[in-house]
C-alpha cells in the first residue's frame, strides 16, 4: 500500500497541529497536583535528553572548522541578541494601545531566545546556502543563548520576568548546557547510533516540546491567567509578530550584502539570524516564568509557526534563483528541489 503523506498544500504542518491539540488538551485536561509534579519531571528530562542528541549530532569537527567563519558567526549573534531585543523594546510603544502588558512581556522574551539549528539547516540546504555555517551559526546560537537569554530577561524584563536569579540560571545550564557537553563527549561512541536510527529519536524531539507545552498551558489553566487575554489581543499580536518577521528577514538578507558577504553566506545569515528557537525558549521560560509560562511562550508558539511558513517559500524562491545564476551543468532537478520544498516545514519543525 501506498504510504500517506501530508498533503503538499496545506500550508500548516502535522506537528503544529500537535501542539495546537496539545494546549487543547491542556485546557481541558490540566495536570493538577501531584500529576502536574510528574508532568514537569518529565518534560525537564525529556528537554534534557533533547539537548543531549543535540550535543551527540554535532560533529566536533564541524564546530571547530565553524570557528574559522567567525564574521558570519557575529553577524547572527548580532542579530538574534541584539537587533531583535531592540526591536522588542521598541514594541514597547504599542502597550496597552495594540499589546497588553503580559503578551508585549512575552513577545519580548521571544525577542532573546536563540536561533534554531534544524530549521535553519533545512531552508539553507534548499536555498543552496552555506550549510556547514548554518549547523555552526545554529549550534553556537544555542549555547550563547544558555548564558544570555536569561541574563538579557534579568535587564529586561527585570522582576516582571518570573524572577531571574543566579539558581534559575543555574537550572538552565544544568537542563541544557550540560546534557549538550555530554553529547559532545560520548558522541564517539554513541553518534553512529544516532546517525542510524534519526528518524525515531526525531520523535523525542518533538515529544520533548509536546511534554513542556502541556506542563505549560496546564500550570496557566491551574493559575486561572488565560483569562486575561482576548481574540483581539492575538489579533494584534499576530501583526505585530508579522512585521517583527518581515523587519528582520530584511535586516539578516540586505544587512548581510552591505557587509560584503557571498550569496551563500548571506543565505545562512538569512535563515539563521531571522528565526527563534521553540525547543530552546519553552524550557527557559518555564524556568523564568514560572506559574506564567503558559503566556509568555505563546508569542513564541505563533512565531515558531509564521517563520516556517514565510521561510519555506523565501527558500523555494531562492533556489529558484540559484538555479538562474548557476551554469547548466550543476543546476539541480527540477523534482528533486519539489520534494525537498514539499518536506521542508516537517523538517525544520522537528527541533523548533
Known amino acids: 500500500m501506498k504510504r500517506l503523506t501530508w498533503p503538499s498544500w496545506m500550508p ?29 519531571g ?51 510603544g504599542l502597550v496597552p494601545v495594540l499589546l497588553p502588558q503580559n503578551l508585549f512581556e512575552g513577545l519580548l522574551f521571544l525577542t532573546l531566545v536563540p536561533s534554531t539549528i534544524q530549521s535553519s539547516i533545512a531552508f539553507t540546504s534548499i ?4 550549510v556547514p555555517a548554518a549547523i555552526c ?73 509536546l511534554l513542556v507545552v502541556y506542563t505549560a498551558f496546564s500550570e496557566g489553566m491551574v493559575q486561572g491567567i488565560w483569562h486575561q487575554v482576548s481574540a483581539v489581543r492575538l489579533a494584534g499580536l499576530l501583526v505585530v509578530e508579522a512585521v517583527l518577521l518581515a523587519i528582520m528577514l530584511a535586516v539578516t538578507w540586505y544587512g548581510a550584502k552591505a557587509l560584503g558577504f557571498n550569496r551563500a ?11 527563534k528557537s521553540l525547543a530552546s525558549g519553552l524550557p527557559m521560560a518555564s524556568v523564568l516564568f514560572g ?21 519555506a517559500v523565501i527558500a523555494k524562491r531562492r533556489s529558484r534563483d540559484a538555479d538562474d545564476t548557476a551554469p547548466p551543468e550543476v ?14 516545514v516537517g523538517t525544520a519543525t522537528r527541533s523548533g
Open 137 to 209: 551559526a545554529g549550534s553556537f546560537s544555542s549555547l550563547a543563548g544558555i548564558v544570555l537569554t536569561p541574563l538579557l530577561a534579568a535587564g529586561l524584563l527585570g522582576n516582571s520576568g518570573g524572577g531571574f536569579s543566579a539558581d534559575s540560571l543555574v537550572k538552565i545550564v544544568l537542563q541544557l548546557l550540560v546534557p549538550f557537553l555530554a553529547g559532545q563527549l560520548l558522541r564517539r561512541w554513541v553518534g553512529g547510533f544516532i546517525t542510524r536510527h534519526k528518524k525515531i529519536l526525531g520523535y523525542v524531539d518533538r515529544g520533548s516540546i
Open 331 to 344: 543546476t539541480a532537478p527540477a523534482e528533486g528541489r519539489v520534494e525537498e520544498t514539499r518536506t521542508a
Open 127 to 130: 536555498a543552496r546556502g552555506n
Open 265 to 275: 553566506d548571506r543565505v545562512a545569515i538569512q535563515f539563521a539570524g531571522s528565526k
Open 291 to 311: 506559574a506564567h509560562a503558559s503566556l509568555a511562550v505563546l508569542p513564541l508558539m505563533l512565531f515558531h509557526q509564521m517563520q516556517l511558513m514565510v521561510c
Open 12 to 40: 500548516i504542518d502535522p506537528y503544529i497541529l500537535a501542539l495546537i491539540a496539545t494546549v487543547g488538551l491542556a485546557a481541558l485536561l490540566p495536570a493538577r497536583g501531584a500529576a502536574a509534579d510528574v508532568a514537569s
Open 42 to 92: 518529565a518534560s525537564t528530562a525529556a528537554v534534557a535528553f533533547l539537548f543531549f542528541l543535540y550535543g551527540a549530532r554535532l560533529s566536533t569537527r564541524e564546530a571547530m572548522d565553524g570557528l574559522r567563519h567567525w564574521r558570519l558567526h557575529v553577524t547572527v549573534l548580532a542579530c538574534t541578541f541584539i537587533v531583535f531585543p531592540l526591536l522588542g523594546l521598541a514594541a514597547r
